[in-house]
């Protein structure tokens, strides 16, 4: 199996596990409509899906780290697909967030082992570049979901159908992925027992590192998450839009991010990841803030002002580009280009299940803030985060460009990592 499709195979998953996220989310406002569901609910179903990838995280990252990569890979993609399918037959709304949950564990293990893969499966000169490629295809997914959700959303029951096209998108990610191999650098520098995994995450240096490399992602899935969960229904209530035009609305936003991302693909390797975080963070920030301050003080309703709408719009966009310009790819792989070929999964699941925190967060924070003294205060909420993320990568994230791979906390001479020809 070449690498190319080795990458596309694996990279894959992001694309599914970014569109079920988007999927739930542009089914809500049918399903708070449908069942009639309360604010607590709505926030208990949204938040769901992160409860299962913290655990799905912090389940597979060790567990890839002590038998292998490849597994996780596969058995990861076999329970998101079950419980997709789960999700799109629910009778009821208990049955929904427990197959949510589920969906949730597939995702987050799959987050938690994709990133170490390709860290260890390409060389380090193109490294940062391709697992750019490889989030670039969040946005697609989100995208996706978006569009299946216009179109399905003019049906009743047509929040069902985005769900279900989740689960069928699983059968020819798991065909390809059949093939791929295990980790080289994994094979040669695996632990050896759990007591080694812990040992290594105890020492002070992995300890800073994953603690630094944790809230910068939370900080930044506090918005991100947040603003995904929320966008439809946001769109409804403050622009005025339909459920389904929501939908639409939402694929226009988003698709602001496809040439934002494409930045940061023919980037990333020639400015590094500290750059374009950092100035990535600083205008998703400023957008959020002044779109939450004239949401908030603003003239109501906003739909009623051409001229304060169009420049709400513009923030929202702002808002959007600059996060997939930097911190949307940056606070994903940073992780696992920083840490030791023995423990990088299990890194990687503690940073990623923090940036599920910071999406519970966000959801919790907006649904409360949202309901108390509108969508601004949810939105300045956002900007907060993301001004904390500003601070803490220009004051701690070190560049990673062309590091080269690290196996038992050293450094190794030769940056490239030969993938084998097939399995």
Not at 72 to 87: Q, R, V
Not at 215 to 229: A, E, I, K, P
Request: charged content about 10%; overall charge positive.
């Amino acid at each position: 199996m070449n690498t190319r499709r080795v990458v596309l195979a694996v990279g894959a998953g992001i694309f599914i596990g970014t569109y079920d996220v988007a999927a739930i989310s542009v089914a809500l406002p049918q399903v708070v409509r449908v069942w009639h569901i309360s604010t607590g609910a709505v926030a208990l179903l949204g938040s769901s899906t992160f409860i299962g990838m913290i655990l799905g995280s912090l389940l597979a990252g060790p567990l890839a780290d002590r038998f292998g990569r490849r597994m996780i890979l596969l058995l990861d993609f076999i329970a998101y697909g079950l419980a997709a399918l789960l999700s799109a037959l629910s009778p009821s709304l208990a049955w929904l967030i427990w197959a949510r949950v589920i969906v949730g564990l597939g995702v987050g293990a799959d987050f938690a082992v994709v990133f170490p893969y390709l860290v260890e499966y390409v060389d380090s000169a193109h490294r940062g570049r391709v697992m750019a490629w490889a989030m670039w295809a969040a946005n697609f997914g989100m995208l996706a979901a978006y569009g299946a959700g216009a179109i399905a959303l003019q049906y009743p029951g047509g929040w069902r159908i985005p769900l279900a096209v989740g689960a069928l998108l699983v059968l020819p990610i798991l065909w390809f992925r059949r093939s791929i191999p295990e980790s080289a650098e994994w094979q040669a520098h695996r632990a050896t027992s759990w007591r080694d995994v812990k040992g290594i995450l105890r020492s002070p240096h992995y300890r800073k590192t994953v603690v630094l490399s944790s809230v910068t992602w939370l900080s930044y899935q506090v918005s991100d998450q947040g603003l995904t969960m929320f966008l439809p229904l946001m769109l409804v209530t403050v622009f005025g839009t339909t459920v389904a035009g929501a939908a639409w609305h939402s694929v226009l936003v988003k698709a602001v991010t496809i040439p934002a991302a494409l930045f940061t693909v023919m980037l990333i390797d020639r400015w590094g990841r500290r750059p374009l975080q950092v100035w990535g963070f600083w205008g998703r920030a400023l957008g959020l803030l002044l779109l939450g301050a004239l949401l908030l003080w603003g003239p109501s309703p906003l739909r009623s002002h051409p001229a304060w709408t169009t420049a709400a719009w513009i923030l929202l966009v702002i808002a959007y580009a600059f996060g997939a310009w930097g911190p949307d790819k940056t606070t994903v792989i940073t992780t696992a280009e920083r840490v030791t070929t023995s423990v990088r999964a299990s890194s990687q699941a503690i940073a990623e299940a923090s940036g599920r925190v910071g999406g519970i967060i966000g959801i919790a924070g907006y649904s409360f803030l949202a309901a108390v003294w509108g969508p601004g205060a949810g939105l300045l909420f956002f900007g907060a985060m993301a001004l904390v993320g500003t601070i803490i990568s220009q004051a701690t994230l070190p560049e990673t460009k062309s590091v080269a791979v690290q196996s038992y906390g050293q450094v190794a001479e030769d940056p490239v990592i030969v993938p084998p020809a097939s399995v």
